[in-house]
């Protein structure tokens, strides 16, 4: 019986993975709730029958070709699909709603949860990395359904409620005040970057999509989630989106996969997270003599990497 419900897990995973495509495709382009037309080959306009629109396998059975005129098929396809799938069978073996050969509803809205919140952020992730924007309508429905979830299922926030001293108020009604704080700390916290940034840089430092996808966030999270996704995401932006610059020469990296992944790390781990980022690393760089020489020397090296950088792409202009 587990067997069957993490195979059913891994299908319903592939099969929401390829509406995410949908998503995907249709969202930055304004199509999605406009024509309502099928699936449709983006190089002819052909209509894609049912069995080659199957997830993954599809892909695999066209080699990667369109059925109707022969062009490639982006491999994004099958792979927002698989992805899809494997993190839903990850969220079913965390959760684990079947509890001696039977549904735990409770577990099963915790599944529900869990899924709608990794399907929100693969699509936003890759719509990021694509075309730079984090689109309004996964913002908000994630903001709405954070919201919603943290009254009718206050344990999500039980382990970081800051307003849990409020004895006087039912768990549900701490769980939307945790939620409701959170969005505004996460909202608030990456307007105010925003702004200073545009004032010290006389341009866009941070788009408002990012503003609004941190209110989702911390819908979820709560404040003190929401900051530690933010010190995450820096940290991840920083290290990886200066690996890419030196590879690619792009220094436009967007910040949404950094921040969706740390949104992921905090909600999935909170509290080994909170401890190491405000317990353990603290006390370390305090008490060991090579911590702070280390830290240093490793921001020393990521500046000089974009000193390289940037010496490299003035001489290419120069060219």
């Known amino acids: 019986m587990e067997t069957i419900f993490a195979i059913a897990a891994f299908l319903l995973g592939a099969c929401i993975g390829s509406f995410l495509n949908v998503l995907i495709y249709r969202l930055p382009r304004g199509s999605f709730f406009s024509g309502g037309k099928r699936s449709h080959c983006p190089s002819c306009g052909a209509l894609i029958p049912s069995y080659a629109n199957l997830p993954i396998l599809g892909w695999l059975l066209l080699r990667g070709k369109a059925l109707c005129c022969k062009e490639k098929i982006s491999i994004q396809y099958p792979l927002v699909e698989a992805l899809t799938a494997a993190a839903f069978l990850a969220i079913y073996f965390v959760r684990a709603p079947l509890v001696g050969g039977h549904l735990d509803g409770h577990r099963l809205v915790l599944f529900s949860i869990d899924a709608f919140l990794v399907s929100n952020l ?54 939307f005040m945790d939620s409701l704080s959170g969005a505004l700390v996460g909202g608030g916290l990456l307007y105010a970057i925003a702004v200073l940034g545009r004032l010290a840089f006389r341009k866009e430092a ?108 003035n001489r290419g202009g120069s060219d």
């Open 122 to 175: 693969i699509a936003a992730s890759v719509i990021d990395l694509h075309h730079k924007i984090l689109p309004d309508v996964l913002n908000f429905s994630g903001l709405a359904v954070g919201l919603l979830v943290s009254l009718l299922v206050p344990e999500l926030h039980e382990g970081h409620l800051v307003f849990r001293e409020l004895n006087t108020l039912s768990l549900g009604a701490r769980g």
């Open 206 to 313: 941070m788009g408002m999509g990012d503003v609004k996808f941190m209110a989702f966030a911390g819908a979820f999270l709560g404040p003190e989630g929401v900051l530690l996704t933010l010190l995450l995401a820096a940290i991840l932006g920083s290290v990886i989106g200066i690996l890419v610059s030196l590879l690619t020469g792009d220094s436009l990296i967007p910040f949404g996969p950094f921040l969706a992944l740390g949104f992921l790390m905090t909600h999935f781990q909170a509290a080994k997270l909170s401890k190491f980022a405000f317990e353990t690393w603290p006390k370390w760089l305090r008490t060991s003599p090579i911590a702070v020489p280390l830290v240093l020397g490793f921001c020393g090296l990521c500046l000089l990497g974009l000193f390289w950088l940037r010496s490299l792409r």
